[in-house]
């Protein structure tokens, strides 16, 4: 399939409940294809998923990309200590399969996740702890990098040993 025509196919973007046993599952499941370590829906997220809709050549839709999320805690009247803080929004993990890759649908799941998060509060910025392979991509939705890069000498995967703190401010 050319890139033109997988790029030009039908994208919808659904937003899943997590109590679904089939929800984590399926997340799980791209998560290993995209990076080959399992990685599980992180507590209280919202989950998006990202389909290309039914065509002739496909019998259901066909799920290409997912965006865990969480909006920011409004509970909480100034952030934490620690980067991740629930006083801010996050971007806690977005996985899209490589042949998707380069088509807008990572794009399209980062700006639905952030109208959900700004529809909670605009004034407080979203943040994610870009993987470095991830960096540009996030810098190309208007992330900033904010300070040095993280090594994480623990990370089970290659993909997360070197992160990067990155925010997005809104106007």
């Not at 992180?42 to 965006?67: W, Y």
């Not at 909480?76 to 899209?96: A, C, K, R, T």
């Amino acid at each position: 399939m050319s890139q033109i025509s997988r790029c030009t196919d039908g994208f919808d973007i659904r937003e899943v409940e997590i109590t679904s046993d089939e929800t984590p599952s399926n997340f799980r499941r791209l998560a290993r294809q995209v990076s080959g370590e399992n990685f599980d829906v992180p507590h209280d997220s919202r989950i998006l998923f990202g389909f290309l809709k039914k065509t002739r050549n496909m019998n259901k839709p066909l799920q290409v990309a997912e965006l865990a999320f969480q909006p920011a805690n409004m509970k909480l009247s100034e952030p934490g200590i620690n980067f991740d803080s629930d006083f801010y929004h996050q971007i806690q993990f977005l996985f899209v399969k490589g042949d998707y890759q380069g088509c807008g649908y990572g794009t399209a799941l980062v700006e639905k996740a952030i109208d959900l998060c700004m529809w909670h509060d605009s004034s407080r910025p979203i943040r994610v702890q870009a993987a470095h392979t991830a960096v540009r991509f996030f810098e190309k939705q208007g992330f900033k990098q904010t300070g040095d890069r993280i090594d994480c000498i623990y990370s089970g995967s290659n993909l997360f040993r070197k992160l990067y703190n990155m925010e997005k401010q809104q106007d």
